[in-house]
């Protein structure tokens, strides 16, 4: 690490080839999409907190969820913006490889916590009396410990890999963070077994979790379909649906971006589908299981009346 730096102490974020008058716009922009996601995730989070009866299994993972949102957001977006204002665009050579690792961090942990989420819903309706001793709170514990730790790990590999890398010129990483591909491209050696790790481990963490996830949903719709009370099938399609379309919209973005054809080319497209992947999905994860899930909904109307009240 110290014989890289001795060669690049930073990298030059170019981030979007915009004019001055659009960057400023951007700036106000995504402040505003910034400010969403730190609320939006942070009124999960309090709701959670605050009202005993989100106090289950299922909760307890979209408490994680929304630490993990909060953390995206808080790991890229204040770079991008402080870029947006400044024309140097620069971040140290320590700073980038930090901000590769958390990034790698917090996108392997949101994998196995979007896993671990459609376990519990898969227990809640296809084992419903189980339900207490397939998901208690030692399994739920152990699932959420096991996420952060394979998705530190898995990042550590990269991180490992990176660092012994010479970085001698040029600078200008072509994204708006320290993305891990757009960051090979500028070392001075091969980088086809990091290139391959990047693969490998997307296929690791994207597509068997997305098997996995879907395997889950398939026994889940029959289940559901079996239910004879108009109400009850309702509720468990209310549930579910707002996991899953955080799961497309997660999973989505990210098999484009790294299981794709072209996953080694961090093109213009690509980049914009990252922007959305780590400022937009985080935003409206808390939209999607507020507007959908009754139980948030309730609760925070709940919430509402006791401020009132007091």
Sequence with gaps: MGGNQSSVTEFLLLGFPLSPRTQMLLFGLFSLFYAFTLLGNGVILGLIWLD?????????????????????????????????????????????????????????????????????????????????VLVSWRVCSILAV??????????????????????????????????????LKLACADTHVNEMMVLAGAVFVLVGPLSSIMISYIQILRA??????????????????????VVGLFYGTAIIMYVGPSHGDPTEQKKYLLLFHSLFNPMLNPVIYSLRNRDVKAALKRVLEKERTS
């Design 146 to 183: 096991t996420s952060w730790t394979l998705g530190a790990l898995l990042a550590l590999v990269h991180i490992v890999l990176l660092l012994p890398l010479p970085f001698c010129g040029p600078q200008e990483v072509n994204h708006f963070f320290c993305e891990i591909l757009a960051v």
């Design 52 to 132: 005993s009866r989100l106090g289950t299994p299922m909760y307890f993972f979209l408490s994680h969820l929304a630490i993990v949102d909060m953390s995206y957001a808080c790991n890229t977006v204040p770079q991008m913006l402080v870029n947006l204002l400044t024309p140097a665009k620069s971040i140290s050579f320590v700073g980038c490889m930090m901000q590769t690792f958390l990034f790698l961090t917090f996108a392997h942990t949101e994998c196995f916590l979007l896993v671990a989420m459609s376990y519990d819903r898969y227990v809640a309706i296809c084992h419903p009396l189980r339900y207490s």
């Design 224 to 245: 559901i379909l079996k239910i004879q009370s108009g109400e009850g099938r309702r509720k468990a399609f209310s549930t579910c649906s707002s996991h899953l379309c």
